[in-house]
């Protein structure tokens, strides 16, 4: 190479670097200056800091610092009325405690279950219990692992075991103690036959000195808390009011509990949903606000359903907004993730920024 031709090199780069120097990004209007952080931990945190560490980060853990911030502003917003959906298997998998103590402490206005959280709820509050199991024995297949179950009367709720006996014990509790009052009703809502439960509960759980809480029926029932189980015919619940009305005067009235329930929605000064799981409670809880003039203020959600399905489950809480269910301005996250690891997280992290 020349002098010369070093020389026109050494020119060209030199006007590459100015033109760099002299450059301004184009206007960006989906950008502004909020730089990642990194999440920092240390021995000792509160679960509240650590949720507020999460907002540093991006991906899921941004999502569970935006949940922890719009669940505490609902739940410690005075003013709002907090619908509780809770669908899955979340009272047998040791999530009991943590939804009757929110009850018991003033954060639940309404609580929307399935039957089968309302059966086992009721199974320990009577004297039963769930126990530690595993998925699969690895010295057997899945499949003779579960025949055994079934020859040792145990049933499997993932790594949860049950032995079946307690639903025979669960089947003498409605047929003595709550059953024969609402009889004598005629035909009751659903939501009675919840609060019956709940009573029924607490009073054998006192009576015979049950180590276990009473739960969260009982809360419910001692909190003037209304459950709702759209669904109760799909559980053990359902199946045995079923069997003791073909000999009985027991009736139950699908329809009764929506004006209760739409009337506690309608007369909301703000309102605020906690969605865990999907199902029927998840969308019992949203529809309520088709038939109100308003909206929900607030909603969190925890589910690992995907939104690609097109399923309710994994239905994103702005696809609810454009139903109607949430107002324009509504504050919500979402969740992707284990509920039973999320939900005493993001409960905690609320509570301790309220209290």
Not at 176 to 197: D, K, M
Not at 225 to 251: E, F, H, K, N, R
Not at 326 to 354: C, F, K, Q, W, Y
Request: proline share 4%; glycine share 10%; hydrophobic share 40%.
């Amino acid at each position: 190479m020349s002098d010369d031709e070093g020389h026109e090199d050494g020119e060209e780069a030199h006007g590459r670097e100015e033109e760099h120097a002299g450059h301004h990004p184009p206007h960006r209007e989906e950008f502004s200056e909020d730089p990642l952080g990194h999440t920092r931990v240390a021995g000792g945190m509160t679960v509240s800091e650590l949720v507020e560490q999460y907002g540093h980060a991006g991906i899921g853990a941004e999502s569970v610092h935006e949940a922890g911030d719009v669940l505490a502003e609902m739940l410690g917003n005075e003013d709002c009325t907090v619908f509780l959906s809770l669908a899955g298997a979340m009272v047998p998998t040791g999530m009991r405690a943590v939804v009757a103590d929110l009850i018991r402490d003033g954060y639940v206005d309404a609580l929307v279950t399935t039957g089968a959280n309302l059966t086992h709820d009721s199974i320990e509050a009577i004297g039963g219990k769930h126990h530690h199991g595993r998925e699969g024995d690895p010295e057997k297949s899945a499949r003779e692992h579960d025949e055994t179950l079934r020859d040792e009367e145990v049933d499997r709720i993932y790594n949860v075991y049950l032995p079946q006996e307690h639903f025979a014990l669960f089947e003498s509790h409605l047929r003595e103690e709550v059953f024969p009052p609402l009889e004598a009703e005629g035909t009751v809502s659903i939501e009675r036959l919840c609060r019956e439960l709940g009573r029924a509960n607490a009073e054998v759980n006192e009576r015979e000195g049950v180590a276990e809480a009473p739960g969260v029926a009982a809360a419910a029932y001692e909190n003037d808390v209304p459950i709702y189980c759209p669904a109760v015919q799909d559980s053990v619940l359902g199946l045995q009011a079923w069997m003791y009305a073909q000999t009985g005067d027991l009736t139950l009235d699908a329809l009764a509990d929506m004006t209760a329930l739409t009337d506690l929605a309608f007369d909301a000064d703000d309102a605020g949903c906690l969605l865990v799981g999907g199902g029927v409670p998840k969308n019992f809880t949203l529809q309520t606000m088709l038939v109100t003039p308003r909206a929900y203020d607030y909603a969190v959600q925890i589910t690992m359903d995907p939104e690609a399905t097109g399923g309710l489950s994994g239905a994103s809480l702005e696809e609810a907004r454009s139903w109607g269910k949430l107002e324009r301005d509504a504050r919500n996250a979402s969740v992707h993730g284990d509920a039973t690891v999320m939900l005493p997280l993001l409960v905690a992290a609320a509570r301790e920024r309220i209290e």
